[in-house]
């Protein structure tokens, strides 16, 4: 048995309080190190999420369909849902393109062969022609930039518009 009196501890020997929290003291070069690392740390944080913010902020584009076939529509439409930068605005006709053309300035249009009509409005710039077969080089518009061969494929109809949209932007 061990007694103990008031005035003296069995442990004073083997323990020693704590030189502090593990932080360094302010006002000390150590304090002032951990400081500027910190705020580099936080800088370059910063610095990574602007970059990758300005990558996703990206102008969101419009695309301009005009087919009288609502299946070629929903087509081209499903293939590019799943970009959230690109706005997709139907047209049902001819007469529906040109209104659209005159509203809205898109980015790229796709147009039907039979709506190819649409092109002769001096607002369409820049589209990409849906045919069965390759057109004559006599029948091709001046503001093609591509061809979209029948039957159309969601990954490359996707592939084509978003190469020629990033080509844009």
């Not at 020693?16 to 070069?29: F, H, I, N, S, V």
């Not at 039907?112 to 001096?122: C, E, K, M, N, T």
Request: charged share 20%; with cysteine.
């Amino acid at each position: 048995m061990i007694q103990v009196n008031s005035s003296s501890s069995p442990f004073a020997g083997s323990y020693t309080a704590p030189a502090g929290d593990g932080r360094p003291k302010r006002g000390t070069p150590d304090y002032a190190a951990t400081m500027r690392a910190q705020i580099a740390r936080l800088a370059a944080l910063h610095a990574a999420s602007v970059a990758e913010a300005a990558a996703v902020a990206r102008a969101v584009q419009t695309v301009l369909v005009v087919s009288s076939c609502a299946k070629v529509r929903g087509s081209i439409k499903a293939s590019l849902q799943d970009c959230s930068w690109v706005r997709v605005i139907e047209a049902s006709s001819v007469d529906a393109g040109l209104e659209s053309l005159g509203q809205e300035a898109p980015d790229l249009m796709v147009v039907d062969y039979q709506d190819r009509a649409v092109l002769a409005s001096p607002a369409a710039e820049r589209a990409v022609l849906i045919a069965d077969q390759v057109p004559r080089s006599g029948e091709l518009p001046a503001q093609l930039v591509g061809l979209l061969a029948r039957p159309l494929k969601p990954e490359r109809v996707s592939r084509q518009l978003l190469g020629l949209l990033a080509a844009v932007g």
